[in-house]
């Protein structure tokens, strides 16, 4: 076993107990249903020293991987995530409480996405929670996290497009789909399913995107850790974000 990660040696960490990575298993694999390990039937024959009997072994499942363990965020609010409490005060002095103000703050700060609730204290005016994410997400600034291919192992994820609109790809029975969800459409991403948001620089949208089950880890899977394809150029979704255009 390694020793624990220097740089965030968290060891009260309850997934990699301070060693900064954890082994964690794909829950929708077929073979070993989440367990991370399957068993394996084994019969020899028969040898020089007679007939041998079967048995069998539990071991470790394809599917595992391992994964580097961020931790949960201290809540230092004041010193981390003073930016994102400054815009929430300022939308929240209009006198209307402006969203729209909110979502102009949120682009001219850099500020792709704002938590309302979720394990992270992003603001002072975030809820904490292990069951339940909820954030803003302003387009196209949020473009360069969600337009890299990723799935969520055991949460679902839900978008609720408010203003503008996106395209969002899926990997569905090994093909890219891709779905338009316009203002006042709703997407909904089952759990283990990939997708990412197309990259277009005059795009602007705003959705609400709301995250259950945010205890389960890991939260999201990258290509780097993928369950489904283990080497990323035979994924047509990882490809696609490959060839794309982007200024990053």
Known sequence: MSTPDSTNPDGDCQYCHGYGRYEFADPKCPECKGKGTVEVDHSHGTSVYGTTDPYTTRERCRCTRWAKCKHFRKWDKAEKYATQSDIVRQALAT??????????LMRRSGQAAVY?????????????????????SVLPQDAQKAAEPGYHPGSTEVYVTFQGGLVMECLQDG?????????????????????????????????????????????????????????????????RWSDEKRPW
């Open 95 to 104: 006198p209307t409480h402006s969203l729209d103000e909110l979502l102009c």
């Open 116 to 136: 309302l609730a979720g394990t992270r204290l992003d603001n002072d005016n975030c809820f904490g929670s292990d069951d339940v994410g909820m954030l803003f």
């Open 175 to 239: 093909q890219v789909r891709a779905k338009t969800v316009n203002a006042n459409e709703v997407l909904v991403l089952p759990p283990g399913q990939c997708h990412r948001v197309c990259y277009d620089a005059q795009r602007e949208a705003a959705s609400v995107i709301v995250k259950t089950t945010l205890n389960a880890k890991p939260s999201v899977v990258r290509c780097t850790d993928c369950t489904y394809y283990p080497n990323p150029t035979a994924c047509p979704l990882a490809q």
